[in-house]
């Protein structure tokens, strides 16, 4: 293999790793947003319960009030009682006090059930408290993480830039453009081997005798249908 291959094969090494940093990179946001998402949802968790706490508090106040009137208006009928003149009359207005003081006991057990419920959804909110703090503390963690991550990516992304460089510049022009070109056509790896004489990009079956100059590895042969530069053999041959 001519050094000029070789150089071809270690700026395809390096521009491989390049890539892989690159994906790497564009990682991080998405990781960042899944905590931050599970903190977002603990959050929402936690103040729907306040709020849902709230309505039942209103709802319950509401109907201790009901209760109150209703024992007003019972009271105004007892003392009602005692200037009515006639059976009639007495009649009538006990009939009023039962009916009155029927609604109440049917609107103080509702309200004991108001506040059955509300003592159940309380006894959630510690849960959903800490379940907030943790997502929380995750996030936090995972940042900080991300962020350390994220250095060490770009310093390594640095110096194979870096590497990248020396190579290129050490390659013939036209076989840099050749290289370069296949690159920007999106076909990556840009130089491959040969798999049982076919192209190790496209897999498409090479003539004999390019599979032949590709192994002899006097110069660069290009994969007709795809373009990649081949090199070298897939190690079965
Ligand atoms: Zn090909």
Request: hydrophobic share 40%.
């Amino acid at each position: 293999v001519t050094p000029e291959l070789a150089r071809l094969v270690a700026l395809q090494e390096v521009d491989s790793d390049l890539q892989r940093l690159h994906e790497a990179l564009e990682l991080l946001p998405r990781r960042e947003e899944e905590t931050a998402a599970r903190a977002r949802r603990a959050r929402q968790a936690l103040e729907g319960q306040r709020e849902a706490l709230k309505h039942l508090a209103l709802e319950r106040r509401e109907g201790e009030k009901l209760v109150e009137s209703l024992a007003d208006q019972e009271r105004k009928f007892q003392g009602k009682t005692a200037g009515v003149r006639t059976n009639e009359e007495l009649w009538a207005l006990q009939k009023e006090i039962r009916a009155v003081r029927e609604q109440r006991s049917e609107r103080e057990t509702l309200v004991l059930e108001a506040m059955d419920r509300e003592d159940i959804e309380r006894a959630k909110l510690p849960t959903l408290e800490r379940d907030l703090a943790e997502a929380e503390t995750r996030h936090a963690e995972a940042l900080a993480a991300l962020a350390v991550e994220r250095a060490e990516l770009e310093s390594r992304q640095a110096a194979r830039r870096a590497d990248r460089e020396r190579q290129v510049a050490e390659l013939p022009p036209a076989l840099k453009a050749r290289y370069e070109r296949v690159l920007a056509a999106g076909r990556r790896p840009a130089v491959v081997a040969l798999v049982k004489n076919a192209c190790g990009g496209c897999f498409t079956a090479q003539p004999p005798q390019r599979a032949q100059e590709v192994r002899r590895g006097e110069f660069v042969v290009v994969c007709e249908f795809c373009g990649r530069l081949l090199v070298g053999t897939g190690g079965d041959s």
